[in-house]
């Protein structure tokens, strides 16, 4: 009954998020903001984890294919694969249920325990489309666009890696990327990534918006938004690729 308790409030949150609007260039302002704090402020630990797990893939799917019988481009094919279809969306998206979810939770929980969301509400402001539409909305565009990016570092890290170990030369690997190249791959990961960005930055946002205490309950609120944004994503992992991906 908890859980069901939760999530009416959780549906009753994104409903109030749209109750009453702010003008357009107010949130056009924070929004730009947002997409900047989640976009850019992210681009580092994206780059290092997307490089090293291409390489990683690379090294592992190298080891167990190892074989007369298997061609050595093959390796680049289900690298390929491999990070388009989950490891990229899925670990990025996971690490930045970390980086952002936690960020946005510990923000607006700071703002609820200091009154300012009071204060908000008292002049007539619609607290919650002010405060976490814009985070919705910026994440919804940039983290599609980090994942695209995290997808072109995995298979640049696994060409380096393949060729640096001798597993796999570069032509190799380049060949094993163009071979039977299905676009719905991509198509497929964007619908994984704009799913997770909305879990995110919805999730983070409503246990931040529902803080009450001090400083202590901030801290659990950041801890709540990451464990069920995480939880999230590993469920809307299986629904998708179960909706999709089943022949």
């Known amino acids: 009954m908890k859980f069901f308790e939760e999530l009416g409030h959780y549906v009753l949150f994104l409903i109030r998020l749209f ?15 947002e997409m900047n704090s989640i976009g850019v402020g992210s681009l580092g630990i994206v780059s290092l984890i997307s490089i090293f797990t291409g390489a990683v893939s690379t090294i592992q799917i190298g080891y167990q294919l190892v074989s007369g019988l298997v061609p050595d481009y093959i390796i680049g094919r289900i690298v390929r694969d491999s990070n388009i279809l989950e490891f990229s969306p899925t670990i990025t998206c996971l690490v930045l249920a970390g980086k952002v979810g936690s960020s946005i939770a510990s923000e607006i929980g700071t703002m609820k325990v200091t009154e300012q969301v009071d204060a908000l509400e008292i002049m007539g402001v619609n607290s ?11 994440g919804v565009f940039t983290i599609p666009l980090l994942v695209t990016y995290a997808m072109t570092l995995s298979l640049i890290g696994g060409a380096i890696s393949g060729a640096m170990s001798g597993i796999i030369s570069l032509d190799y690997f380049v060949k094993g990327m163009r071979a039977d190249f299905i ?15 909305f879990i995110i930055t919805s999730v983070s946002s409503y246990h931040g918006y529902k803080t009450e205490g001090g400083a202590l309950e901030v801290g659990q609120s950041s801890t709540k938004a990451v464990v069920y944004s995480c939880m999230g994503i590993i469920l809307f992992d299986y629904i998708i690729s179960q909706m999709f991906l089943q022949r």
């Open 128 to 138: 919650a489309n002010y405060l976490v539409l814009p985070k919705i909305v910026a």
């Open 19 to 33: 109750s009453k609007t702010e003008r357009f260039n107010v949130f056009w302002r924070q929004t730009l903001h």
């Open 183 to 197: 676009p719905f791959s991509v198509f497929f990961s964007m619908i994984k990534s704009v799913t997770y960005a």
